[in-house]
């Protein structure tokens, strides 16, 4: 904006009809005509106020000065069409809706343009103002007004031809005192764009794009657009503050971390490992939050998730934090072998190494699904093509709907064609189909283009198939509806099925017989590679411990049950004897523990340095080594204890939280074992039944730039720990 003087305040006539778009764009009260240095300093702020009558005074003596005064006094040009004793147009808005009308000698009224309704406005040398005036217009006390309005926002935009029209002028904007002033900040300008890009997944090369370059210069004409090159390096800044951010966050947990693992595709052959980070903080609160996004060349290796995992330790110093390993797909005996190490080896705590990995209970689920509806494939063609000719013409689907009303079906579901990428939405097509198949046979036989009706053995298949299902449904389900689904939890749903699929596989139908005994391998192998993490879950929750465990597995293993009850059992003690190697209660690392130790006075208590370290390290090994028996005793004590009333909302974390005093080496033991991630996958894809791929503009990116964008989203949706700082670090590639 060019500076404003009272010079350039002074229009000629000629300037009056040559507005430069500079002064269309300045918000400011220029009037139309010229104002000489007196007028503006007489003008008050509130444009509204009117004239008084002083100012009438002033207007009479201004007409004076121009008609006597020479060109040059008033700082203007001589012109043949000037007319040097018009009258100052007046400022305020209103007179844009009212008009002056004389009535009679000396009295003058404001006529409403819209509503015709008059008002006083001067009598004799007395002026009225305008403030009645606005409030007939802003007030909303004018009808006609309103009813231009109200036609105006009911109507379509029609957008106005560039530059106006004649019979349309552009109105001049006049700046009012309510008109924020909000200064332009171009490189607050550039961190919003990459924060955009980042949170709507937008492509980088969006910045070039003529339609938002041209859209981003009419909302702020003085932004220079951005390269891909700069904006590329702005998400990265924005990905390595929200990092910075994230790392003081974890280094401050007082626990350890979990990982899972997740395989992306890519139509490159390339794989990207997504590792997730699963931790519980020292308020007791579980939060996941995604690491880092690892391009593989070669995702077939068997080195290929033991090398994505080092490069995440290394990149966040969880060496000594890492506590179990969830992966998302079969592994090879070579590949348990390459990453089975990561943890005994810089960290003996962990039963060397049993609690490392885990299968995605997820894509077991999947797994288990895909098969099931591969079992009955040509059943479940028949019921696609059947809902498809349904649900693809109008017509037929009117019919369809009118022999629903005349059998009077009372199911309430309605049909829908399913995505086959997603499991669930087959097995709801299913069963909306099985409870509208009296509606399907009806139309059998009063649509002769209906050609897919399935036979009554095909829906028989058809509720068997709904009926198997439902089991995994109901499993899988639990981790779309629950926002951080637990072992136990799912401890108690693998035992379901089991116990289900137990009871039915020695049934006399062939079909059910086959499709039981795929389901159990699948459930078996699942429970050989898990059970001892989930059973060590069920045991840190004060309702169940032991108790259900031992239940589980007399239900599940009959007479071999008490070999594998004691195997848990003996893992648990064995954990425990682990955690008792780490620091007491009284030293820094629990001082620092939420709120419990953050008030214990280590220095200004009386007895001086009593409860510190200083001195004492020898006297903290002679504790554990006179008082082991007692300190085992913690958790057979935990053990012994009545189970808790098994109510609905429990929180197994805040008990916890309540009781670590009580239990100091056993609440560490719980606050990890409880953070295990019994899925690997979020919400949104716990049902597909293909692996995620990357899309083809991410893959073309560096690998670098596809982790932040990628990360730094996940970062943002989750909120980070602390206020980033909003400098951009400047960053180009």
Sequence with gaps: ??????????????????????????????????????????????????????????LALTQYEDKTATPYENNEVALPEAQPNKRRKKKSIVWEHFTIETVSAGCRRACCNQCKQSFAYSTGAKVAGTSHLKRHIAKGTCPALLRNQNNSQSSPYTPSPRGGSSSNPPKRRYRTPSTPQIMFD???????IARMIIMHDYPLHMVEH????????????????????????????????????????????????????????????VGYVFITGHFIDADWKLHRRLLNVVMEPYPDSDTVLSHAVAVCLHDWSLESKLFSITYDRPLSEAALANLRPLIPIKNPHILNGQLLVGNCIARTLSSIATEVLAAGGDTVKKIRDSVKYVKTSESHEEKFLELKNQLQVPSERTLSLDDQTQWNTTYEMLVAASELKEVFSCLDTSDSDYKHAPSLEDWKQVDTLCTYLKLIFDAANILTTTSNPTAVTFFHEVWRIQTELVRTITSEDPFISSLTKVMQDRIEKYWKNCSLALATAVVMDPRFKMKLVEFSFNKIYGEEAPTFIKIVDDGIHELFHEYLTLPLPLTPTYADDGTGGANVKTEDSQGGTLLTDNGLTDFDMYIMETTSQQMKSELDQYLDESLLPRVHEFDVLGWWKLNKMKYPTLSKMARDILSIPVSTVPSESVFDTIAKEMDQYRSSLRPETVEALICAKDWMQHGSAEAPNNALVRMEY
């Design 1 to 58: 904006m060019q500076d404003f003087t009272p010079q350039d305040s002074m229009a000629t006539p000629v300037e009056e009809t040559m507005a430069t778009p500079i002064e269309d764009k300045m918000a400011t009260p220029v009037e139309e005509e010229m104002a000489t240095p007196i007028q503006d300093k007489m003008a008050t702020p509130d444009e509204d106020k009117m004239e008084t009558p002083d100012e009438e005074k002033t």
């Design 186 to 192: 171009p490189d607050r300008c550039r961190h919003e």
């Design 210 to 269: 003529p339609g938002f370059v041209a859209f981003v210069q009419n909302l702020q004409p003085r932004f220079n657009m951005v390269s891909f090159n700069t904006v590329q390096g702005d998400c990265v800044a924005t990905y390595l503050m929200e990092k910075q951010s994230l790392t003081k966050f974890i280094e401050g947990i007082p626990g350890r971390v979990c990982l899972t693992l997740d395989m992306w595709t890519s139509s490159q052959s």
